[in-house]
């Protein structure tokens, strides 16, 4: 049972252009939606997260809007760059569970071309 | 990488054979995490600890064990390797305590593969 539904699996955006990767999941227990960034042989980086008592976050080029009624959340990334091309995860975690460990998604490979 | 070490980060080695991860970290975090990434699943969880020689099973534990004597190492070891255990095994640990912080942070990876 997949509990977190990434889509697309592969986006190529422009350089200047907005990607949009979406997340949905089943859990309403869930309460902690991160988002990593992958490169190429390097370990997923923590890029940005939501609690689900705000429908938006900002840091820098990268938003996370977050839609709590239809269960899913997504990533917006701003001007987009070739350094921005990565394999991007979203992932979700319940608070009060013992091992607060992270379900994610299958991961998006986003290609931003020059 | 958050002050995390794997090793070995690279490791080929034979079916029915035993294998032995280390995920090592100097921050004294209490949670540790091995998740492995394959093509088309994402990162699933195999064991976590939540303190020294405090472990439990994730997702996808059966074939694999783990240990914690120490705070800052946590060993992740196949009993006899199988080929569909091919895969890149990372490390991963949680800074926070109780519910108020919840980022997960990941060591560089190892790729195992096992022929």
């Known amino acids: 049972q997949q509990q977190v539904k990434q889509s697309p699996q592969s986006l190529i955006v422009q350089k200047g252009g907005i990607p949009i990767i979406n997340c949905a999941y089943e859990n309403t227990a869930f309460d902690y939606f991160p988002w990593y960034q992958q490169f190429p042989g390097k370990g997923p980086a923590l890029l940005i997260a939501i609690r689900p008592d705000v429908s938006e976050k900002k840091e820098g080029r990268f938003t996370i809007s977050f839609n709590k009624s239809a269960k899913q959340f997504s990533l917006h990334i701003m001007d987009s760059q070739p350094g921005d091309s990565a394999t991007y995860f979203c992932?979700?975690?319940?608070?009060?569970?013992?091992?607060?460990?992270?379900?994610f998604g299958k991961g998006t490979k986003l290609s931003v071309i020059p | 990488d958050a002050g995390i070490t794997q090793s070995p980060r690279h490791k080929v080695t034979e079916t029915g054979t035993p294998v032995t991860l280390r995920c090592h970290q100097t921050e004294n975090h209490r949670y540790m995490y091995w998740y492995r990434q394959d093509p088309g699943h994402g990162l699933r969880l195999i064991h976590y600890?939540?303190?020294?020689?405090?472990?439990d099973k994730g997702e996808v534990s059966d074939g694999y064990s783990v240990s914690r004597s120490k705070t800052e190492d946590f060993l992740l070891t196949l009993e006899s390797a199988t080929s569909s255990q091919t895969s890149v095994y990372f490390c991963?640990?949680?800074?926070?305590?109780?519910?108020?912080?919840?980022?997960?942070?990941f060591g560089p990876g190892t790729r195992l593969t096992v022929t």
């Open positions: 992932a979700a975690s319940i608070a009060g569970a013992g091992s607060y460990q992270l379900t």
């Open positions: 991963a640990i949680r800074p926070g305590s109780g519910q108020g912080n919840l980022e997960q942070y």
């Open positions: 600890s939540y303190g020294v020689k405090d472990t």
